[in-house]
């Protein structure tokens, strides 16, 4: 069984710029989760999707938004990219919808570098 | 709100000697607790949960976590650590009824088992 894809494994962008960034999930996988990783700071919640609605959103700015597709697939945009933007992007699938009793599946990453 | 303490970055451990990597945590009623592994370059990998029942709960590559809820802690055992356990380990809660059942993780604590 495949796990969790995330598309693409390194991405450089400048100060300014849009970036998008894509996962697929495990399949029968509905929950796609996205997490910044920044050196020294563990995994910050980004965004929740599942069934093709954002069902939470951590505490960042709107430039940060997504999108799950019908497929469960989903992508990550970030606009007006900063320098501290700079980090590790997880996806992560589960079963989870509401109980917090499932694992999470996670996918190799994007490291996202804004110079 | 939920919180997860792991309060120490970095453990070292000699090769076949017993491992323990801690972790407390916060959290309003009854807790889930996760843990997972990262190796360099990769996404986090489950290990074990604590949802309900025994307190002691077994999971992958040998390792096991105890729940303790007056001290509100869930620590990572392994009775005989080996070099390739050297690894990024994250505790993660989650909760229902008050917490949020998007897992809060920790920040992370860095396991090197020397030979």
């Known amino acids: 069984e495949a796990g969790v894809t995330q598309s693409p494994t390194h991405l450089i962008k400048t100060r300014g710029q849009q970036a998008t960034l894509r996962c697929s999930p495990i399949?029968?996988?509905?929950?796609v989760y996205w997490y910044q990783q920044a050196l020294g700071l563990g995994l910050q919640f980004l965004l929740w999707?599942?069934?093709?609605?954002?069902?939470n959103r951590g505490n960042f700015p709107p430039r940060f938004s997504g999108r799950q597709f019908p497929n469960y697939s989903s992508e990550l945009n970030v606009n007006a990219l900063e320098l501290e933007d700079s980090a590790l992007y997880l996806c992560?699938?589960?079963?989870?919808?509401?109980?917090?009793?499932?694992?999470?599946?996670f996918g190799p990453g994007t490291r996202l570098t804004v110079t | 709100a939920q919180s997860v303490a792991q309060p120490e970055d970095q453990v070292n451990v000699a090769e076949g000697n017993p491992l323990t990597v801690k972790c407390t945590y916060s959290?309003?009623?009854?807790?889930?607790l996760f843990w997972y592994v990262q190796y360099p370059n990769r996404g986090l990998q489950f290990l074990l949960k604590?949802?309900?029942?025994?307190?002691l709960v077994k999971g992958s590559y040998g390792f096991e976590a105890e729940f303790n809820k007056s001290q509100t802690s869930f620590h990572l055992k392994k009775p005989s650590a080996l070099v390739s356990d050297s690894a990024l380990y994250f505790c993660?809660?989650?909760?229902?009824?008050?917490?949020?059942?998007?897992?809060?993780f920790g920040r992370g604590t860095s396991l090197i088992v020397h030979p």
């Open positions: 992560a699938s589960s079963l989870e919808y509401g109980t917090g009793t499932y694992e999470q599946y």
């Open positions: 399949s029968g996988h509905t929950s």
């Open positions: 999707y599942d069934e093709g609605e954002e069902r």
């Open positions: 959290v309003s009623g009854n807790p889930y």
């Open positions: 604590y949802i309900t029942g025994d307190n």
């Open positions: 993660a809660v989650s909760s229902r009824g008050g917490g949020s059942y998007i897992p809060t």
